[in-house]
């Protein structure tokens, strides 16, 4: 493999989120890796520790004019590229989600002519699975894929979604590049933390903790974790923990209420400490009708928490039903529940799943070792 240092444009949103958080984490993987690496970004992305060597960011700013009905982020975002593709002398420009960060990218690489920087889409769920596949954004989005010079997905799911709902042709290749974890900061830790216990009072000590963390999208069925929970404690008590905020978060409290358990679920809200929380937790639930991936569920398998899940999407590709976790129909929440019991109540049983997690998280994610993938993704792209 070459020693070649690269230039490289991110492009990702900053929000709170599985997408941006695999985008942030490469490219301050790459920048140790001595590459030079430029956010392009509409906000800085939350994990981004910007004082960093070899780490630079360029806000993309829209601007409001009488005519315009909308601020046009992708025709901003669009020119930023040019821009900094031209002054920094990119490589390559990696961006995540397709809408619309990969049309923005092929309109630059067509202002841009010869010696543009190669293209790299990684798709991340939704971008194929609901909005790129909507009648609106379906040919454009289809038509910026295949322009692409290369395009990763986290999962065979996702691939296969890709040709089957988008109709992109089956001799496109799209590269299976697994997210991954930092098994470092997501590990197991003994027992629950003090300061998470003292953060959530629906937490007592000795009692399992079952916890859900997302952005509280639809998709997420964050009134099933609460169905869930309120079956599993009327059999053992227990606390739940909500981490993230989103629209559906108001139904999920609503529903607390409603089922007269205020006094053990915590919403904790948007949070950084994401490995102390799941190191606090015993069994980590994700009900989602859509899930092409599930970052969330690898570092909860990474912290050695058995995950209770959904046979959505990619799901079953990273929690291995019966292994590291255990899966329903989407929406069984009985089924769920009895999972969860099955869990607490055989303490064998969940020192098994437990070990499994880590240690499929260790093997098959770790982190450094996806850097390296992706970096000899980037020289075969490239050529180097
Ligand atoms: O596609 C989305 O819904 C957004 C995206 C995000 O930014 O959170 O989530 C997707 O990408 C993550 C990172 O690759 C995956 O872990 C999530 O499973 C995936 N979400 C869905 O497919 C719903």
Redesign the pocket.
């Known amino acids: 493999m070459t020693d070649r240092k690269l230039r490289i444009g991110i492009t990702c949103?900053p929000t709170y989120?599985?997408?941006?958080?695999?985008a942030t984490e490469i490219g301050m993987g790459m920048a140790k890796r001595g590459h030079r690496v430029h956010f392009i970004c509409s906000d800085v992305p939350r994990r981004l520790d910007r004082f960093t060597e070899n780490i630079f960011f360029h806000e993309v700013e829209t601007h409001e004019y009488p005519l315009f009905p909308f601020p046009h982020y992708d025709l901003a975002l669009a020119s930023k590229m040019v821009e900094v593709a031209t002054y920094e002398k990119l490589d390559l420009l990696h961006v995540h989600?397709a809408v619309p960060h990969a049309t923005s990218a092929y309109l630059a690489r067509q202002i841009l002519g010869r010696g543009a920087p190669k293209i790299i889409t990684t798709l991340?769920?939704?971008?194929i699975?609901l909005v790129g596949h909507e009648r609106g954004y379906l040919p454009i989005t289809r038509f910026s894929i295949t322009q692409s010079t290369a395009v990763t997905a986290?999962s065979m799911f996702l691939k296969h979604a890709t040709y089957d709902k988008l109709n992109v042709p089956t001799d496109f290749p799209i590269e299976v590049i697994p997210?991954f974890v930092d098994t470092s900061v997501f590990k197991p830790i003994e027992g629950p933390s003090q300061k998470f216990l003292k953060h959530c009072a629906a937490c007592k000590e000795k009692e399992p903790v079952l916890t859900h963390i997302s952005?509280f999208?639809p998709?997420k069925r964050v009134e099933d974790v609460v169905r869930v929970f309120e079956i599993v404690q009327r059999e053992i008590p227990c606390g739940l923990v909500f981490v993230g905020d989103g629209p559906t978060r108001y139904n999920a409290e609503a529903l607390v209420r409603e089922l007269g358990l205020e006094q053990r679920v915590c919403f904790l809200g948007k949070q950084e400490s994401i490995a102390e929380v799941l190191q606090g937790s015993t069994v980590f639930l994700l009900p989602?009708k859509?899930?092409?991936?599930?970052?969330a569920a690898l570092e909860a398998m990474s912290c050695g928490v058995p995950v209770v899940a959904s046979k959505a999407?990619?799901l079953p590709e990273v929690v291995l039903h019966g292994e590291t976790g255990f899966l329903s129909e989407v929406g069984d929440v009985s089924d769920m529940a009895a999972n969860v019991l099955r869990l607490l109540r055989e303490p064998a049983l969940y020192r098994k799943l437990s070990h499994a997690g880590r240690k499929l998280a260790v093997e098959k994610y770790e982190f450094e070792k996806l850097m390296t993938r992706y970096e000899e993704y980037y020289f075969q792209v490239l050529g180097l």
């Open positions: 949103y989120g599985g997408s941006g958080v695999i989600y991340h769920g939704t971008d699975t986290p997210n952005n999208r998709v989602s859509n899930e092409s991936f599930g970052l999407e990619g």
